[in-house]
């Protein structure tokens, strides 16, 4: 571990385990509680390290800079495990000052936005358990009765433990609606198909 001069290694991972204390709690989502968030917290503290100046110390410490990072990392990790709040509304043409569209009276029949929509559900329903109190709208899939819902949910959750390594990388970006290769995107694809016909054939 990296040592800031001037600081022993006490103080350093004291300052790291203070920083950790007041995040932890605040942010835990889905399948990431406080222990696993301490584990990732502490590997973003000792990344950081390198870059704190000690001679800048009166104006940051060290607990501060680290709180300060790590927070940032935490918000960038629950960004890309759980929701990206960057809806295409942003960009649109249609789009006024106020965010309303100029377009469509119901946001979901436009195809941009129920596309990001369908993408952030998808990546929220592999970590996150649904709370039917939460749900606002109904998408055409969600018009489904609720069994059949629940065996969606499973089975995404299904898939997405059996993914092969050399896949979640690319998978985890499909879902996302980044754009692949079509070799990767259809291997992708391949694998999806696979692990759900193991499914049927059992």
């Known amino acids: 571990m990296y040592l800031p001069d001037g600081l022993s290694e006490d103080e350093v991972l004291a300052a790291i385990n203070k920083a950790l204390d007041s995040l932890v709690s605040h942010f835990r989502f889905g399948y990431y509680d406080e222990d696993d968030l301490r584990q ?4 973003f503290a000792c990344e950081a390290l390198p870059r704190f100046d000690p001679d800048n110390e009166r104006k940051c410490s060290l607990e501060n800079f680290l709180r300060i990072h790590v927070r940032n990392r935490f918000l960038n990790l629950r960004r890309d495990k759980l929701h ?10 249609f789009s006024t000052n106020n965010q309303e569209c100029a377009e469509f009276s119901d946001k979901h029949e436009c195809p941009k936005w129920s596309g990001w929509y369908g993408r952030n559900q998808a990546k929220r329903s592999l970590v996150e358990s649904c709370d039917a109190s939460k749900v606002t709208h109904v998408t055409p899939i969600e018009e489904l009765d609720v069994c059949a819902r629940l065996s969606r949910a499973e089975l995404l959750q299904h898939v997405s433990e059996s993914i092969p390594l050399a896949l979640r990388a690319d998978y985890c970006r499909f879902l996302d609606g980044a754009r692949l290769s079509k070799p990767r995107r259809e291997a992708v694809i391949e694998a999806v198909r696979e692990i759900v016909g193991e499914l049927t054939d059992e």
Not at 40 to 43: H, M, P, S, T
Not at 84 to 93: E, G, I, K, Q, V
């Open 40 to 43: 990732e917290g502490f590997i």
């Open 84 to 93: 990206r709040n960057s809806p295409p509304c942003l960009n649109c043409c």
